[in-house]
């Protein structure tokens, strides 16, 4: 069983009073909770989850659970996320299976899905400002009033084309559900290892979203004719103003994020259900 259990919460009244209660749940079964909130500052400056941590629960939705998974770091911590409101394509567990499901877990019977994730290294006259890890995606895109964005795109160190429009989406299999879909990206299975890349409201009409091997590295660049006020974007937990003469590299990340699922719950099942197709009711 595991001994140090990490809570990452949603700042929301009902999944509060929840962790207050499963809190106390944990730690009458002797297990110490090391807790914080989804948008503290602990998880937001991407510390890092203290190494006793054995398990995490996000309570919250979707974005809960990338702060969790931005919490864990590299670390290969088995994550579960629990759902309120309305349903998710990362939060697996509905409030009221909360206890059923973290009794079999903390006694060590789940499954966890490898979800791959991206490393994000952002360049500047010869420094590294910042390197993240991000599990959905990571966006660059132009400021309210801004003219177009103008990103100038690389694989492998070859010149691809410049993207020119809102801005563009470099995207994991899992985040492909998420602002890429909204984009107009396609849906990708998350056991293929793949990158997207989805320009946003592009200019060009040729420009159409494009699925990469994930052993590829995707280079990005400012256009000097592109717009100075420009935004980086990670797992919409983290953003950066960018700057002509900037330079962008992604490629894959080494350690992917463990995901707990649920032997009932299917991928599948949960994108009928969350895109609402039509046919046979699940």
Excluded at 75 to 87: I, S
Excluded at 143 to 152: N, P
Excluded at 216 to 228: K, M, W
Aim: net charge negative; proline share 4%; aromatic share 6%.
């Amino acid at each position: 069983m595991a001994a140090t259990v990490g809570l990452i919460v949603k700042e929301d009244e009902q999944a509060q009073k929840t962790a207050d209660a499963f809190s106390v749940w944990l730690a009458n079964r002797g297990l110490k909770v090391v807790r914080h909130s989804a948008s503290g500052e602990e998880v937001l400056s991407y510390c890092g989850a203290p190494s006793e941590v054995e398990v995490v629960f996000a309570l919250g939705g979707d974005g809960t659970f990338l702060s969790a998974a931005r919490w864990i770091g590299n670390r290969g911590v088995p994550l579960l996320g629990v759902k309120f409101g309305e349903v998710g394509f990362l939060a697996e567990v509905v409030e009221d299976r909360l206890y059923e499901i973290a009794d079999a877990v903390l006694e060590g019977y789940y499954t966890a899905e490898e979800r791959m994730c991206l490393r994000v290294s952002l360049h500047r006259g010869g420094q590294v400002l910042l390197e993240e890890r991000v599990l959905n995606d990571v966006v660059i895109s132009k400021g309210a009033l801004a003219r177009l964005a103008r990103v100038r795109t690389e694989i492998d160190g070859r010149y691809l084309t410049t993207y020119t429009g809102d801005g563009l989406i470099i995207a994991t299999p899992t985040g492909s559900t998420a602002y890429s879909m909204a984009a107009g990206g396609p849906v990708v299975h998350p056991f293929l290892k793949a990158i997207l890349l989805t320009p946003i409201c592009p200019f060009t009409l040729t420009n159409r979203p494009l699925i990469l091997p994930d052993g590829v590295r995707v280079t990005v660049r400012l256009d000097p004719r592109s717009s100075e006020d420009i935004m980086l974007t990670c797992d919409g937990q983290s953003g950066h103003a960018l700057q002509h003469g900037d330079s962008l590299s992604v490629v894959r990340a080494e350690i992917p994020v463990r995901m707990i699922t649920l032997p009932d719950q299917r991928y599948f099942d949960v994108l009928k259900a969350k895109l609402r197709w039509s046919g046979e009711r699940i």
